[in-house]
C-alpha cells in the first residue's frame, strides 16, 4: 500500500515542471506548470501576472542548449518544445513591434515596449546619430530619475548610466544638456511616449537580427520589421522588401530564399545561407509569422505554410493569432481604469545598468526575483563622433499601419540606404565575445540541467552573439571573422562548396524517392495479381510462366510461414 502511495506521488511530481520567465524589467516570475501545458497556458498567467491586455504583441523566448534561440509557440506542449531539463527559463520580450506606439491604448503596454527597445539600444540592434542618440538617452534619464536636481545629480550623473554599447564623452555631455533644459517638466509616461516616437522613427526599430552569409559568402544581417524585410549589410540596407512585396518564403537547410514582386516585370529572388538549419528553420518562422501579423487583414486569411518541395513534405508551420489590425481595433474598444505601474529603475539590470539612488520598484506585483547589480562597464574604447550615424529614411514603406511621417518619404528601391558610418554588427556590440571552451563547455551543461544562465551569457543570446555551433573565429581586436578566412578557404569557394553539397542532397532525395515508388508499385502489383480480381491484364501476368514460378516457389511458401506464425501466437495468446 504503502509503495502505490509513493509510486503516485512520483508519477504526479513528473508531471508537474517548474518554468522560470524573466520579465522585461529584469525580475523573474517563476509557476509550476503541467507537463501536458501548452505555451498559451504559461503566456496567459505571465499576462495576468503583469496585468497586460494588449498581449498580442509580446511572446516567450527561450534558447535551447545549443544556443539556438526560439519562441515558445501556443499551441504546441511547452515540454515537447523545450529541450532542455527542467526548470525551465525563458524571457518575456516584444516578438511583434507595435508599427505605431501611439496606438497603443494603455500605457502598461506602452511601457513594456518602452523597455524592449531601451533593451535594443543597449545591444546596438537600434542605430541612430548622436543627436538622436541624445535624445533617447535623455528621455530614458527622465523617465527613471525625473527633473534635473543639482543636489541629486553631481556633475557627470549620465556617465554613470550605459545606454549604448560604446559612449563618448562628449555624447554624455550632450545627454545631460537635453535632459537639463528640454524635457524638465515631463512624467515619466510623457518621456517613455516620447521615446517611442523618436525610435520608431528609425530605419532599424523592431530589428531582430538574424545572422546569415549570402550567396558570396559576405556576412549579412536578414530582420523582418512591422514594415517589410530588410537585409543589412557593412553599413548599409542593401535590400528592403515591402510585406506585399513579397510572395514566398522558402527554407532547405540552411538556405533561405525570399520571393518577392517588387513591380509587376520585376521578380527577384533573394538567397541566404543560416549557420545552421535549425537557425534556418527559426529565420523561416520568424518571417511567416511577421508577414501574416503584419501583412493580413484579418486572422481567417492566415493559410498554414509548407517548406515542401517537389519530393519531401517539408516543414510545416501556421501562424496562430490575431494580426495587426485586428489588434489595434480590439485595443480601442478596451475600457477599464488603468493599472497602476510601478516603474523600474535605479538599480543596475542585466541590460541597462542604471545609478543607484533608492529602492527600485517592479513594473508588476513582488514575485522572486534575483537582485543581480552590474559593476558599469568600463574600459570601452572611446566612440567617435561619427559612431552612431543617421539611417537614410530613403524608402517608403507602403504600409496600412505605417505612420503619417514615414508616408513621406521616398522609395529608394533604385539604391542601398546608408544606416551607419560603421558596420552593423549587434553581435559585437556586448562584451565579452569571445568565451573560453570551458565557459561554453559550463554554459551548455547549465542550460540543460535548467540553471539560469549568467548575466553575460544572457547578453550574449539577447544580442544574437555566435554560437557553439557556428563556425565563428575572433581576431585579435575581438570583432568576428567569417569561419571561411579562419579555415584558409575564400567566400567563393565556400559558395560552391554550399551550391555542390546542395545539388547531390537533392540528386540522392529524387534516387530514393524513385527507388521508393517502384518498391510500392511492385508491392501493389503482387497484391493485384494474387486477388481474385478478374481483370484482362491480370489474367494475362497470370497465366505466365514466370508468374506461376514466382506464385509457386516464393509466394506460397512466404504465406503459409506466415499463417503458421500467426497461429502460434494466437494459441499463445489464448492460453495466457
Not at 522560470?20 to 504559461?42: F, M, N, P, S, W
Not at 528609425?202 to 523582418?224: I, M, Q, R, W
Not at 527559426?282 to 505554410?305: D, I, M, P
Not at 481595433?329 to 542604471?354: D, F, N, T, Y
Amino acid at each position: 500500500m504503502l509503495s502505490r502511495l509513493m509510486s503516485g506521488s512520483m508519477r504526479t511530481l513528473d508531471r508537474e515542471y517548474s518554468c522560470t520567465v524573466r520579465l522585461l524589467d529584469d525580475t523573474e516570475y517563476t509557476c509550476t506548470i503541467q507537463r501536458d501545458a501548452k505555451g498559451h497556458y504559461l503566456f496567459d498567467l505571465i499576462c495576468h501576472h503583469l496585468n497586460l491586455l494588449e498581449k498580442d504583441y509580446f511572446g516567450i523566448r527561450f534558447v535551447d542548449p545549443d544556443k539556438q534561440r526560439h519562441w515558445l509557440e501556443f499551441t504546441k506542449s511547452i515540454a515537447k518544445q523545450m529541450k532542455s531539463q527542467p526548470p525551465f527559463t525563458m524571457c518575456f520580450r516584444v516578438k511583434f513591434y507595435p508599427p505605431d506606439p501611439a496606438t497603443l491604448k494603455e500605457e502598461i503596454t506602452r511601457y513594456l515596449v518602452f523597455l524592449q527597445i531601451k533593451r535594443d539600444l543597449y545591444h546596438g540592434r537600434l542605430l541612430c546619430k548622436t543627436s538622436d542618440a541624445a535624445m533617447l538617452a535623455a528621455h530614458i534619464l527622465q523617465a527613471e530619475i525625473g527633473d534635473y536636481d543639482p543636489g541629486k545629480h553631481p556633475e557627470g550623473y549620465s556617465s554613470k548610466f550605459q545606454f549604448f554599447p560604446k559612449h563618448s564623452e562628449k555624447l554624455e555631455r550632450r545627454i545631460t544638456e537635453v535632459h537639463k533644459t528640454e524635457l524638465s517638466g515631463q512624467t515619466p509616461d510623457a518621456s517613455e511616449f516620447n521615446f517611442l516616437q523618436k525610435a520608431q522613427m528609425l530605419e532599424t526599430y523592431g530589428v531582430d537580427p538574424h545572422p546569415c552569409k549570402d550567396v558570396s559568402g559576405n556576412p549579412a544581417f536578414l530582420a523582418f520589421t512591422p514594415f517589410g524585410f530588410a537585409v543589412l549589410q557593412g553599413n548599409r540596407r542593401i535590400h528592403f522588401l515591402k510585406w506585399n512585396e513579397v510572395t514566398k518564403l522558402k527554407f532547405e537547410g540552411k538556405t533561405f530564399h525570399i520571393y518577392a514582386n517588387q513591380r509587376e516585370d520585376k521578380k527577384i529572388i533573394l538567397t541566404y545561407f543560416a549557420p545552421t538549419p535549425e537557425a534556418c528553420k527559426h529565420l523561416w518562422k520568424c518571417g511567416v509569422e511577421n508577414q501574416a501579423f503584419y501583412k493580413l487583414e484579418k486572422s481567417s486569411q492566415v493559410r498554414t505554410v509548407s517548406s515542401s518541395n517537389l519530393f519531401f513534405k517539408g516543414s510545416r508551420f501556421r501562424f496562430s493569432g490575431r494580426v495587426a489590425k485586428e489588434v489595434m481595433e480590439q485595443s480601442a474598444k478596451i475600457k477599464r481604469e488603468p493599472p497602476e505601474i510601478h516603474r523600474a529603475g535605479l538599480v543596475p539590470s542585466r541590460s541597462c545598468p542604471s545609478i543607484t539612488h533608492g529602492p527600485r520598484l517592479s513594473s508588476v506585483p513582488r514575485t522572486r526575483r534575483r537582485a543581480v547589480h552590474i559593476s558599469i562597464m568600463e574600459g570601452l574604447e572611446s566612440l567617435r563622433d561619427s559612431a552612431h550615424s543617421t539611417p537614410v529614411r530613403s524608402a517608403s514603406h507602403g504600409d496600412s499601419f505605417m505612420p503619417r511621417s514615414r508616408s513621406l518619404m521616398t522609395d529608394s528601391s533604385e539604391g542601398a540606404a546608408i544606416i551607419s558610418d560603421e558596420v552593423y554588427s549587434p553581435s559585437d556590440s556586448v562584451l565579452p565575445t569571445p568565451v573560453a571552451e570551458h565557459s561554453l563547455e559550463l554554459a551548455i551543461s547549465r542550460q540543460i540541467n535548467g540553471a539560469p544562465c549568467s548575466i553575460e551569457e544572457e547578453k550574449e543570446s539577447e544580442a544574437g552573439t555566435p554560437i557553439v555551433g557556428e563556425a565563428v573565429e575572433f581576431g585579435p581586436d575581438g570583432k568576428a571573422l567569417s569561419s571561411d578566412s579562419a579555415g584558409g578557404a575564400g567566400p567563393g569557394s565556400a559558395c560552391e562548396v554550399e551550391q555542390v553539397n546542395t545539388f547531390v542532397l537533392s540528386v540522392l532525395r529524387l534516387l530514393l524517392v524513385t527507388i521508393g515508388l517502384l518498391f510500392v508499385l511492385l508491392l501493389l502489383l503482387i497484391v493485384l495479381t494474387e486477388s481474385d480480381l478478374d481483370v484482362a491484364f491480370l489474367r494475362d501476368i497470370r497465366q505466365t510462366p514466370e508468374f506461376e514460378q514466382f506464385h509457386y516457389e516464393y509466394f506460397c511458401p512466404l504465406r503459409r510461414w506466415f499463417a503458421c506464425r500467426f497461429r502460434a501466437l494466437a494459441g499463445l495468446l489464448i492460453d495466457t
